[in-house]
């Protein structure tokens, strides 16, 4: 058989060399010319590392600058070597175990003769070799990696870094071309890292058809001196591509075949054992890898051994990539150095260690890890959950609490508003947050809170009119939709509120609307940037919850202030009834005293009402109060103290007022009422009076004492014709 044969007779004894210090682009360009997948670089005339086409496809460079770098700084070392008198079906097994595409080949004194490439071994085997194999169909695993003439290189290689192959079909109108790795050190070698796949490829892609044999596909590799054909179906369209390392596989299955027979039961037996770790090592795998946690052992030396695919995800490399590498090679310095130390203190105290870890990205991790002996090996076997969504949600609960407690403690709607734009502003960083509420005539927005802006901000937003082009904030309340504007300078929105924005630095504006249970629009909460910005979707859940907040706050604090208004306020009239008056009266009268101030109470009794009531109906005479109540509030100051006192009797208390003022205001109140009139449903017009009687605070006084004294003053003015004020 040809796998019998000593690679010393087919091994290349003319190897390209160079030095540590050429730039990787000679050393591809030397590769390039000369046709060869290798380069040896030597120092001092020994071998101490090898550059080849694989490694142009490592992703060890990443850029064109790397191309001045020298070829040291991205050798594969050290070189491996085999024995000349390896034979090639032995040295196809030992391609295999070492993972590479090349060995140095010494004689029996460890001096380097030649070099082997797996080409090679496949270039030498028999014609009965590949008589015996099958059709080239059989050998093709998957669909072929196909791109455009006009990807850009670095994509390209990008694309054969990631799926980890040597070539790619380039596809240009009716035609087909291909892309292998000695284009790609041709690239590099001519410094042509700018052009596209059309410019790299080389045209046509020589082919064959899925049923034609192994044998016909040797000869196209012989006579073409090529590496690579397309495999096509009856449509002539590619379904593969037929390598040498395909050829490879099974120049090794060959091998395998020629073994002595003896060992066919051994192999028989390994082999059931083999299935069977494979079944338990896949039945391992699918469970590590269902697992919605990070996993992974690490060796001696801090290289990951095992891995799950969440922890490649977490990482954010394929599993292919992580395994077999360090913290070092996998994460930022930092953060590397962290894990280093916190393997170094499980292996020195050999307990379990817990810890809390951010990455980069923002992410917290929660892991566990512990010192395991296996066979003699201390591995460090460690398992880790992403627990940043719990974590937000714990910090957005706090923040609930806090908002939560002030609305239940009965602070003042500012202060809760306040405080949940600057518990919001924690989750959101960089933003600035502002929250505004519908006036009661649903057309306007109010203020309501904007702790991280200046007071002047609070100013202009005050009584903005809503509409659907009035801002993010304006928008959102009139659609009662969320409106996301990522560029405030490009938005339509904001076409009128420009100067606005540019004052305060505003460059991003989402609004949300929040609505009461019955899906009233409440209000709008906002969040401002500095810079264009668009929500993820931590942001948006983070708006959602304060959204939330907000109408808890708003709601509560209006029903609050409604059951506030019908305990103090008389429904009839408007006015402060009587217990509501009195405590207010009482409130004042204590000032007065304490600063001795002048103050007058009036006590006012609307003449003759029983006879409106007779003569019209009590409907009527409930109107007769209301036109009173507000002839009544026309003629009196904001900070004066008006309440029904009872039936049609009023009283007031008029604050730094002396006497003679107060009896002034009486008679301008009795005459406003007296030149008033009013019609209820369609009746006649009704008019009517009233009789006032006023009193000043003298010393010694207390409520009920000033009460009764304006209530004397008002029996006289009744007893005296009404109609009239009289002094107590």
Not at 434 to 445: P, Y
Request: glycine content about 6%.
């Amino acid at each position: 058989m040809s796998v019998d044969l000593p690679v010393a007779e087919i091994m290349k004894r003319d190897l390209l060399e160079c030095v540590p210090t050429l730039s990787l682009h000679e050393a591809s360009a030397r590769m390039y010319e000369a046709r060869c997948g290798s380069i040896i670089v030597v120092d001092k005339g020994q071998p101490i590392g090898i550059w080849t086409e694989s490694d142009a496809l490592s992703g060890t460079w990443k850029c064109a600058a790397d191309l001045d770098r020298p070829v040291s700084d991205f050798m594969s070392t050290p070189v491996k070597s085999i024995p000349a008198h390896t034979t090639l079906g032995e040295a196809a097994k030992l391609f295999r175990q070492a993972g590479v595409r090349h060995f140095l080949v010494t004689d029996a004194s460890g001096v380097h003769r030649g070099i082997i490439s797996q080409t090679d071994v496949v270039r030498n085997q028999g014609v009965a070799f590949f008589m015996r194999a099958r059709v080239v169909a059989s050998l093709i695993q998957e669909a072929p990696n196909c791109v455009e003439q006009d990807m850009p290189f670095d994509e390209v290689l990008q694309l054969m870094q990631e799926r980890n192959v040597d070539a790619v079909i380039v596809r240009a109108a009716a035609q087909y071309g291909i892309i292998t790795k000695r284009d790609v050190v041709g690239a590099l070698g001519q410094r042509n890292t700018k052009a596209n796949a059309g410019e790299l490829a080389s045209f046509p892609l020589l082919t064959i058809h899925r049923d034609a044999t192994l044998f016909q596909a040797r000869d196209l590799f012989a006579e073409n001196q090529i590496r690579h054909l397309g495999l096509m179906d009856d449509q002539l369209e590619p379904i593969g591509l037929l390598t040498f390392r395909d050829l490879f596989d099974t120049v090794e299955h060959e091998y395998v075949n020629g073994l002595l027979p003896e060992l066919e039961l051994q192999t028989e037996k390994l082999l059931q054992s083999r299935r069977e770790v494979i079944r338990q090592v896949s039945l391992t795998d699918a469970i590590l890898n269902a697992l919605p946690i990070n996993i992974y052992v690490k060796d001696e030396a801090g290289r990951l051994i095992i891995a799950n695919e969440m922890t490649a995800q977490t990482i954010g490399r394929p599993l292919s990539d992580i395994v077999g590498r360090t913290d070092e090679e996998l994460f930022p310095a930092e953060l590397a150095q962290r894990f280093v130390i916190d393997d170094a203190r499980v292996r020195s105290t050999n307990q379990t260690l817990v810890r809390e870890e951010q990455l980069p990205d923002g992410r917290i991790l929660l892991g566990h890890k512990r010192l395991i002996n296996v066979d003699g090996a201390a591995l460090l076997i460690g398992a880790s959950m992403d627990v940043s969504d719990w974590k937000r949600a714990d910090t957005l609960m706090v923040s609930s609490h806090h908002v939560l407690e002030l609305i239940a403690g009965g602070s003042e709607l500012s202060v809760v508003l306040e405080a949940l734009c600057r518990r919001m502003e924690t989750h959101l960083p960089g933003a600035l947050c502002s929250i505004l509420l519908l006036d009661a005539d649903g057309r306007h927005l109010r203020h309501g809170a904007a702790p991280s802006l200046p007071l002047s901000y609070a100013r202009e937003v005050d009584q903005i009119v809503i509409g659907p082009s009035a801002g993010s904030s304006g928008a959102a309340a009139f659609l009662g939709e969320q409106v996301i504007v990522e560029d405030i300078a490009n938005s339509p929105l904001w076409v009128d509120l420009l100067d606005f924005a540019e004052h305060f630095n505003l460059r991003a504006c989402w609004s949300t609307p929040f609505f009461s249970a019955a899906r009233k629009v409440l209000g709008t909460f906002a969040i401002y940037y500095s810079t264009t910005k668009l929500p993820d979707y931590n942001d948006l859940k983070v708006i959602n919850h304060a959204t939330r907040m907000a109408s808890v706050a708003v709601e509560r604090w209006q029903q609050i202030s409604e059951l506030q208004r019908l305990a103090t306020t008389d429904q009839l009239t408007g006015l402060g009834n009587r217990a509501h008056f009195i405590e207010s009266a009482e409130i004042e009268l204590r000032r007065a005293g304490r600063f001795n101030r002048d103050l007058v109470v009036l006590m006012i009794d609307i003449d003759f009402f029983k006879r409106i009531n007779d003569r019209h109906g009590h409907a009527t005479g409930d109107e007769a109060l209301r036109v009173f109540s507000r002839v009544l509030g026309r003629e009196t100051r904001a900070f004066d103290l008006l309440g029904r006192i009872g039936g049609e009797e009023f009283a007031v208390v008029l604050p730094e007022t002396p006497i003679e003022a107060g009896l002034q205001i009486a008679e301008r109140l009795r005459e406003a009422v007296e030149q008033s009139s009013f019609i209820f449903h369609h009746g006649p017009s009704i008019r009517f009076t009233v009789s006032i009687g006023a009193t000043p605070l003298q010393a010694g006084d207390n409520l009920d004492s000033l009460l009764a004294r304006a209530d004397d003053a008002l029996y006289r003015a009744k007893h005296a014709g009404r109609n009239r004020v009289k002094r107590g």
